[in-house]
């Protein structure tokens, strides 16, 4: 069974550009979360999607960021533009039961110069 | 949301049993208990779930007395590949409010041969 899947793994941009994530879900999960850490801070919650609808958003740091999830399969997460700020390590997350075990990605790797 | 407090680092050799306790005082009634690991750019992994008294899986064992207010992770015989932060979470598996995973500082271990 593949996993979760996060594209690109690195990402590296330039102050005020625009950078998307993609992320995978294991498929028939419809629950996918997307969470993020920035350099020495805790894995922080973004938003989580139930198929293609935003349940949750809270987390979300400002409207630079935007999340899609059409057809609820894949998912992206659009930052524009980017802030020195943004650079970190953004996981996805899906999971099968709503706060049951959730299964994580291999991240991406965001770096804003 | 209970808050949840777990040493920040721990040593250990091959071989040994580990035991990494977790307070959460505030817990909830309806809270259960997940603890999830994490390696070097890597995504968590969940270990395992609890709710109360014992759970046990191939990986490790979960320990939760009576008043619920702590918990141990319990790893047999760790190998270096143990080495990872691993990461107490509380929460309501069923609360709409609680779905969200909420990570906290997790405790560094570090096993040596």
């Known amino acids: 069974e593949a996993g979760v899947t996060q594209f690109p793994s690195h990402s590296v941009i330039e102050k005020g550009q625009t950078v998307t994530l993609r992320c995978d879900p294991i498929?028939?999960?419809?629950?996918l979360y997307w969470y993020r850490r920035v350099m020495g801070k805790e894995i922080k919650f973004l938003l989580h999607?139930?198929?293609?609808?935003?349940?949750?958003e809270s987390g979300m740091p400002n409207n630079r960021f935007l999340a899609e999830r059409t057809g609820g399969t894949y998912s992206t997460l659009k930052v524009q533009p980017a802030e020195l700020e943004d650079s970190g390590v953004y996981f996805c997350?899906?999971?099968?039961?709503?706060?049951?075990?959730?299964?994580f990605g291999q991240g991406t790797r965001l770096t804003v110069v | 949301l209970a808050k949840t407090t777990q040493p920040i680092s721990m040593d250990s050799y091959e071989g040994q049993e580990v035991n990494i306790t977790c307070s959460h005082n505030?817990?909830?009634?309806?809270?259960?208990i997940t603890w999830y690991q994490q390696f070097p750019s890597q995504g968590p992994r969940f270990i395992i779930q609890?709710?109360?008294t014992k759970v046990t899986n191939e990986v490790a064992s979960l320990f939760i007395p009576a008043d619920r207010k702590s918990s141990t992770l319990s790893l047999p015989r760790v190998s270096l590949s143990d080495t990872a932060v691993y990461y107490c979470?509380?929460?309501?598996?069923?609360?709409?409010?609680?779905?969200?995973?909420?990570f906290g500082t997790g405790t560094r271990l570090q096993v040596f041969p």
């Open positions: 997350a899906s999971s099968q039961d709503r706060g049951r075990r959730a299964f």
């Open positions: 505030n817990i909830a009634t309806n809270d259960y």
């Open positions: 999607f139930v198929k293609e609808s935003k349940q949750d």
């Open positions: 979470l509380v929460g309501d598996p069923g609360s709409y409010n609680t779905d969200k995973l909420i």
């Open positions: 609890g709710y109360k």
């Open positions: 498929s028939g999960h419809d629950n």
